[in-house]
């Protein structure tokens, strides 16, 4: 079987819709795991729940969803996501808050664990590090984690020695998952920071254990102009345009 790993759609309705199709033209997959962040920043929270739906799927929450319907606070994001996350709670139908106060922190299957943010602190931790990533290790059974929330695509490769290293994950490179306990991250849908504004997410297949990076373009300029036209934050309108 083939799944999509996608996380950090964040309301960007034109950079899930051109996923989706890139995902078509790789052959369609079964299931879809999603990372969390499906809301909040872009100007289509309740479309791209909706369209998230549609699919055979599963999901994890993110803060981002979490503080949209109150269960946690906005006390430590910045002023841009404060305002932003405001308009989306706003947003949102009766059948978009039932949704999303029903997704769990954690999901573990038999190769993996979902979490958004670490398996430590699964909605707010950021693993930007092989230390920090070293010490989830024991938060976690399966062979491999997917996490999402810093919106860059990066692996994770724990070590006999009790060591942990980092490698980038791009385009060219067929992550063949074996042996070697992996934390994985694909990247970001809606708001990439890697400094490529094209949207991110990852293609697993069970068959040869293969994982891959797919990076595909979409229709800035029309999320942008979206935005600007529901008032959110210019410093979230322009970071789309440079992948910061």
């Known amino acids: 079987m083939r799944y999509a790993i996608v996380s950090d759609i964040h309301a960007n309705l034109e950079a899930f819709t051109a996923v989706l199709e890139d995902i078509e033209k790789w052959g369609g997959v079964e299931k879809v795991f999603c990372l969390g962040d499906i809301v909040d920043y872009g100007p289509n929270p309740h479309e791209c729940i909706e369209l998230l739906r549609l699919r055979d799927h599963i999901a994890v ?13 906005t006390i430590d994001f910045y002023p841009d996501a404060v305002v932003a996350n405001l308009w ?10 039932g949704y999303l106060r029903g997704l769990p922190p954690v999901i ?10 670490s398996p430590r602190n699964p909605a707010w931790e950021y693993v930007t590090s092989p ?15 997917l996490v999402g929330h810093t919106h860059k695509p990066v692996i994770f490769r724990y ?15 067929e992550l063949v998952l074996g ?3 992996l934390m994985l991250n694909p990247g970001g849908v809606g708001q990439p920071r890697d400094g490529d504004p094209r949207a991110s997410y990852a293609i697993y297949d069970s068959e040869s254990m293969a ?26 309108i322009s970071r789309l345009s440079h992948g910061r």
């Open 88 to 97: 989306t709670s706003r947003q949102l139908t009766p059948t978009d808050i």
């Open 159 to 173: 070590q006999e020695n009790g060591g942990c290293s980092l490698d980038q994950f791009t385009e060219d490179i």
């Open 108 to 117: 573990e299957l038999d190769n993996f664990t979902l979490v958004h943010a």
């Open 211 to 236: 994982v891959r990076l797919c990076r595909v373009a979409y229709d800035i300029a029309t999320t942008q102009a979206k935005m600007l036209k529901c008032g959110l934050p210019t410093g979230l």
């Open 61 to 73: 929450s993110g803060n981002h969803d979490l503080a949209a319907i109150g269960k946690i606070d």
């Open 179 to 181: 042996q070697d306990r």
């Open 131 to 145: 230390e920090v990533a070293g010490e989830n290790l024991p938060y976690f059974k399966s062979p491999s984690c």
